[in-house]
Structures are given as structure tokens and as C-alpha cells.
């Protein structure tokens, strides 16, 4: 008797309290707090506001210096008035870069055009800041070696020319030392290999591939005939005979190398790019040069967004 009214008294009392009881687990924060998909849910969120891109900063600009290597050339000249119509076969040829010397004086003299410098400015084109369309400026220096004996076909003064020659600073002092410049539109694709997402430690893998015109100064002596344009600071550029720099040709190229942010929004960047060249035109005394070229180059600069 007692234990049946004890077990009817505990199922009046769960009956009784059992609204309470849900509505307490409904109600209450502890509860909350453990429930596994909240916990999902505010992890995702958590997720994926770290992941969003920045939408700020979606230009960035970088200037650096750099080394160039190029591979043997063919160079044609033609002087009609002098009865020249020659070509000095396999030229091999370097970069003139400043020395570390001059290079910080121009720095400190903010002259940053003495070196061969590197510029770049472009814009991202998509969110995640994985693509971008850019302008490049290469200001690279080409001078053909001396004390080199090359081969030689053609007409020199009407005459067949000698089957060689030693080149020297008079007989064929060949030089775009006032930069070949290479004037480029680029798209550049980046991604992702390690480091936080867009902030310092972010490593990034940066490929290049662009096309434009060639913006040579020439400098040259060939056969005794010294080319000249002018002063700098006149007829600038870039199309009549006697400016400065002229438009002589087309370029086309690809890079490859990594960026890395050090900074908030700068960065550092270390790239290969390798480029081919056709040159026409190129001014000489009282005619033209024209070659191709292959040119090596390695670049370091920084940048920053914005």
C-alpha cells in the first residue's frame, strides 16, 4: 500500500514539474552554450569572417632594381649615305649596373632612375585578390662587350666587309645605356602558399605575362661615326629622329617569383623574368640598327597596396 501511494505520489510530482523543466532547458544559456550545432554555426561564422577578403587595398605599386643577362645577337646596320650595309653576327652583350655606391647616392639624392630600376603598378581584379592587370616599366641597360672578335657579313663602304671584327670602343661602340626600356601591360596571377591570408608572414607565388613597346635611348660610335640626339632635357621623346628616347620596337615576356608581405600592406618581391625583344630602327649615325634580343633578368623590390 505505501510503496503503490509512493510511486503514484513521484509520477504526480515528474508530471507536474515536466513543463518547467523544458521550458528551463529551452530558456537557459548553459544549455545553449553546449548545444553541438550553435557551437557549428558560430564556428562557421567565426570561419569565414576570418576569410573574407579585404576589400580595401586593391592597388599596389612596387619599385625595384635589378640584373640583366642577354644571349648572343645578330645586329644589322645600315648607313646608305655611307655605302654600310652590314651585319655583326652572335654580338655578346651585358647589363651596367651602378655599384652599390652609387646606387645608395642616388637613393639618398633621390635620383632613383641612376640604377637599372623596375617599376609596377596595378590593380586587383577580382575579391580574393588572386588577379590583376598591370603596367610595368623595366629600365634595363644593353651594351655590346668590347675586345670580342665577331663575325661580320655585308658591305662596308661599298665593299665587302671583312669576315671579322674586334669590337672597341670606335669601330662598334654599341650601347642602349640610357635604358632599353620595356614598357609593358601584364596580367599576374597570385596564390597563396603559406602564412596568414593578406597579413604579415603571407607568402604568396606571383607569375607575370604581358606584352608592349620598346623605349630605347641609343648611344653608339660605329665605324668612327659617333650617333648623337641631342641634350636630355630636349625633344624628349618619343617618335621624331632626334629624341631622346624613341619608340623602336615590341616586347613580350613572362615572370615568376614570390611575394611577401612584411608589414600591414608592404611587401617584399623576388622575381625571374625572361623576355624577347625586336628592335627596329634603332638610331646610328646617318642610318638604323635592328636586332632581336633575349634578355634574362632578376628583380628585387618593394611595394605596398593601397
Known amino acids: 500500500m505505501y510503496i503503490k501511494f509512493t510511486k503514484n505520489l513521484l509520477l504526480v510530482a515528474i508530471v507536474s514539474i515536466s513543463p518547467y523543466s523544458v521550458g528551463f532547458a529551452q530558456g537557459s544559456p548553459e544549455v545553449q552554450a553546449v548545444n553541438p550545432a550553435a557551437l557549428a554555426v558560430a564556428d562557421s561564422a567565426k570561419d569565414n569572417s576570418a576569410r573574407t577578403p579585404n576589400e580595401e587595398n586593391n592597388w599596389y605599386f612596387s619599385w625595384g632594381y635589378s640584373r640583366q643577362q642577354y644571349a648572343p645577337s645578330d645586329i644589322h646596320v645600315s648607313q646608305p649615305g655611307l655605302g654600310n650595309d652590314f651585319t655583326v653576327h652572335q654580338a655578346a652583350a651585358s647589363d651596367f649596373p651602378s655599384s652599390p655606391q652609387d646606387t645608395v647616392k642616388s637613393l639618398f639624392e633621390l635620383d632613383f632612375t641612376n640604377p637599372q630600376e623596375n617599376m609596377r603598378i596595378g590593380k586587383f581584379m577580382n575579391p580574393e585578390k588572386t ?26 663602304g661599298n665593299a665587302p666587309a671583312a669576315s671579322n671584327l674586334t669590337v672597341n ?62 641634350p636630355k632635357n630636349e625633344n624628349i621623346c618619343c617618335f621624331a629622329s ?10 613580350a615576356g613572362v615572370e615568376v617569383g614570390l611575394r611577401y608581405t612584411i608589414y600591414k600592406s608592404i611587401y617584399l618581391e623576388l622575381t ?29 623590390s618593394t611595394g605596398f597596396l593601397f
Open 169 to 230: 670602343s670606335q669601330n662598334f661602340n654599341y650601347a642602349l645605356h640610357n635604358g632599353l626600356n620595356h614598357l609593358m601591360i601584364n596580367a599576374v596571377w597570385l596564390k597563396h602558399l603559406t602564412g596568414p591570408i593578406q597579413k604579415p608572414g603571407d607568402l604568396q607565388l606571383i607569375s607575370r605575362a604581358g606584352a608592349g613597346i620598346l623605349l630605347p635611348h641609343a648611344d653608339n660610335t660605329i665605324l668612327g661615326k659617333e650617333n648623337q640626339v641631342g
Open 272 to 300: 625571374q623574368k625572361f623576355a624577347y625583344g625586336a628592335l627596329r630602327s634603332v638610331p646610328v649615325y646617318q642610318g638604323t640598327a635592328d636586332q632581336t634580343i633575349w634578355m634574362s633578368e632578376q628583380v628585387l
Open 242 to 251: 632626334n629624341d631622346w628616347w624613341q619608340i623602336n620596337g615590341w616586347t
Open 131 to 156: 588577379f590583376a592587370i598591370e603596367f610595368s616599366l623595366d629600365h634595363s641597360k644593353y651594351n655590346v662587350d668590347y675586345n670580342q672578335t665577331v663575325a661580320v657579313s655585308g658591305t662596308i
